[in-house]
């Protein structure tokens, strides 16, 4: 460094809570400002709903009965990549108890948060703002907290009860995404249990991430998250009655409209390279608003940390040639940590 100047603070980034709740706040600071365009925020509301699929019509004995569920799975797949799940036998009170025990998270103070600061991608537990404050050229208006939950359970020991329903809630969805990926299976021609083992799903990485999207004074302004796809197989979702998340169908923007206590399922990057591209994931978003804190709480499900994802050798043929380069799993973490929240970036790495 030259003498004489003065040596630079890193700077500091408060998190979008402790912003959003000073009082002076009837701007955004500019390091936040993501759009000049206010038109680019808005999304219709989808005629047809976004799909719905009856978990317990999946799961039910009478074989005609499943065989139509795997039908409306395929075509939730293929049509949108999202999908609402009902009749899933996660109890209301549970889902409700995790996003609960997320806002007692993030009501901690800023200095009990700290401890869980600036760590590296994979650590056990960690949390900040936007994405990441010292790539990310514009700030997202989200705080976030990430838990690895499978194959180790990682505890978090405040806010008190957090340790508790984290651990239910996260075999919980575990079950729920063994038969989405059951079903899912028999829907691409592939044997029932195949995804499930080809992806060593028994030691897949599961990881909680809790968003907290604060009111902002000028929303349309700034942006809670860009439009970006989810890596992993299957993303599970629920939130706070606060929407906000709009997702990408037939080049437009559509507002998700959830059917209270539904799990909202999205198809990620790596079940998209599985099926050779038969199932697409998709590009997401979130906006925010003026008077009201949404609160997401997210379940990702990938596969073990060291599997390699290829197309399938069951859906290649001469007419569908792979489309993808095999990656292993772990390798996500790594590819492109620049651009983790925009577009594609990990598939534009392994497309052929
Ligand atoms: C994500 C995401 C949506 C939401 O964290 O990847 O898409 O509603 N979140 O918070
Ligand atoms: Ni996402």
Redesign the pocket.
């Known amino acids: 460094m030259a003498t004489g100047t003065p040596e630079l603070q890193p700077p500091k980034f408060p998190s979008v809570k402790s912003l959003s709740e000073s009082s002076a706040l009837t701007s955004i600071p500019s390091s936040y400002t993501f759009t000049t365009d206010p038109s680019q925020h808005t999304a219709l509301y989808p005629k047809d709903s976004i799909p719905v699929i009856d978990f317990s019509l999946l799961t039910s004995g009478n074989p005609d009965q499943r065989s139509k569920a795997i039908q409306d799975l395929h075509r939730a797949c293929e049509e949108w990549g999202f999908f609402m799940v009902i009749n899933h036998g996660v109890a209301e009170s549970l889902m409700k108890g995790m996003i609960e025990a997320c806002r007692g998270f993030f009501d901690l103070t800023e200095e009990e948060k700290g401890e869980f600061e600036g760590k590296p991608v994979l650590a056990p537990i960690r949390c900040g703002t936007s994405s990441n404050t010292s790539l990310d050229k514009i700030l997202f208006w989200?705080d976030?907290l990430k838990v690895l939950l499978h194959p180790q359970f990682h505890s978090l020991n405040k806010p008190p009860g957090f340790s508790e329903v984290s651990l239910e809630y996260s075999q919980r969805i575990k079950k729920v995404v063994e038969e989405l990926l059951k079903g899912i299976s028999k829907s691409l021609g592939l044997e029932e249990w195949y995804i499930n083992k080809a992806m060593n799903m028994s030691s897949g990485l599961q990881v909680l991430?809790a968003?907290l999207?604060p009111p902002c004074p000028q929303p349309e302004h700034a942006m809670?998250?860009p439009p970006?796809s989810?890596y992993g197989l299957l993303?599970v979702?629920t939130?706070n009655e606060v929407g906000?998340?709009q997702v990408q169908h037939q080049g437009k923007w559509f507002n998700v409209n959830l059917i209270p206590n539904s799990l909202l399922i999205n198809i990620g990057d790596h079940l998209e390279v599985l099926s050779n591209g038969k199932y697409k994931s998709v590009l997401?978003?979130?906006v925010v608003n003026r008077k009201a804190t949404?609160l997401?709480v997210?379940i990702t499900n990938g596969p073990s940390l060291d599997t390699v994802v290829a197309p399938a050798p069951e859906l290649i043929d001469e007419s569908h040639p792979p489309a993808y380069f095999g990656m292993k799993f772990q390798e996500t973490f790594t590819l492109s940590p620049t651009n983790k929240?925009h577009g594609k970036s990990i598939l534009d790495q392994v497309r052929i």
């Open positions: 989200r976030f991430v968003n999207y809670g998250l970006h989810d993303t979702l939130q906000g998340l997401h978003r979130v949404r997401s997210l929240h």
